[in-house]
């Protein structure tokens, strides 16, 4: 869970440092970014929803040391494709580029990071209180749709959003 936090932190400030160039560019450069993310989370979405149950079990995490856990999770959130292209896809609908860029990105990398860290604590105490149960193939099938239900309906609301500026 902790290093998720810095991952994310890492992946949106370099999806966002690119993506500022780009949002007050042109409305068609948005528009184009938008139908692509908005694509991709679909397709990904739908992906997640059709291996629903075909999850294993991870290596523990107590098989390795919590330097070697915390150092992983950071680089793989990182490097995360779908996490650049969510973060892309998903967060030009929150900015006005009509003001300032930096302020508005320093504070959505901040509301992000942070409600990613204390989603990744929430998660990761359940999981420990429910890890019986999550091994059930019923319940992984139950989890993968929900998540895939989740991703294609922010890839259609994210389809659906106009730029207002």
Known sequence: MAGVAPGDAVAMTASLAGLGALVPASATLFTVLNWAGAACLIWRGWKLWRSAGACRRAVSPRERSALAVFGHAALVT???????????????????ASAPIAPQFT???????SLAALNALALAL?????????????????????????????GVLTALTRRTA
Do not use: C, E, H, Y
Request: glycine share 10%; charged share 15%; no cysteine.
């Open 78 to 96: 990182a490097l995360n494709p779908k996490g650049i292209v969510f973060f892309i896809a998903f967060v030009p609908q929150f900015v006005d």
């Open 107 to 113: 504070v959505l990398i901040a509301t992000f990071v």
């Open 126 to 154: 359940l999981a420990a209180r429910l890890r019986d149960g999550l091994r059930r193939p019923s319940v992984l099938r139950a989890v993968g749709r929900t998540g895939g239900a989740a991703m294609i309906g922010m």
